[in-house]
């Protein structure tokens, strides 16, 4: 089981920027993908973006396609979500993700998450 720990939520007006950082621990990291869900009221958790456990493949969601950048540092086993050009569409609580299996190349769905953060708020006002 991995452990996660986010930061970096919190209010910024539409255009803005803001990083989310995701601390994990407890498996080995870069044997597993890890990534970021989000959830608005009212909506099912969706998928944001994810990094493979190789850290060669990086994948996203359409709607944050050229906004949003994953990247991880291994050495802080640390992943983190770079948001910029925010909308109000974005506003959510987002969660950080890892993979329950062993995997080098592949992204991350609802399926194959085994471990969950505890959510950050991220609020984009108009």
């Known amino acids: 089981q991995v452990q996660l720990v986010e930061s970096g939520g919190g209010l910024v007006q539409a255009g803005g920027s803001l990083r989310l950082s995701c601390a994990a621990s407890g498996r080995t990291f870069g044997t597993y993908a890890l990534g970021w869900f989000r959830q608005a009221p009212g909506k099912e958790r969706e998928f944001v973006a994810a990094i493979s456990g190789s850290g060669g493949n990086l994948y996203y969601a359409d709607s944050v396609k050229g906004r949003f950048t994953i990247s991880r540092r291994s050495t802080e086993n640390t992943v983190y979500l770079q948001m910029n050009s925010l909308k109000a569409e974005d506003t959510a609580i987002y969660y950080c993700?890892?993979?329950?299996?062993?995997?080098?190349?592949?992204?991350?769905?609802?399926?194959?998450?085994?471990?969950w953060g505890q959510g950050t708020q991220v609020t984009v006002s108009s």
């Open positions: 993700a890892a993979g329950g299996r062993v995997s080098y190349y592949a992204s991350l769905n609802l399926a194959t998450v085994g471990s």
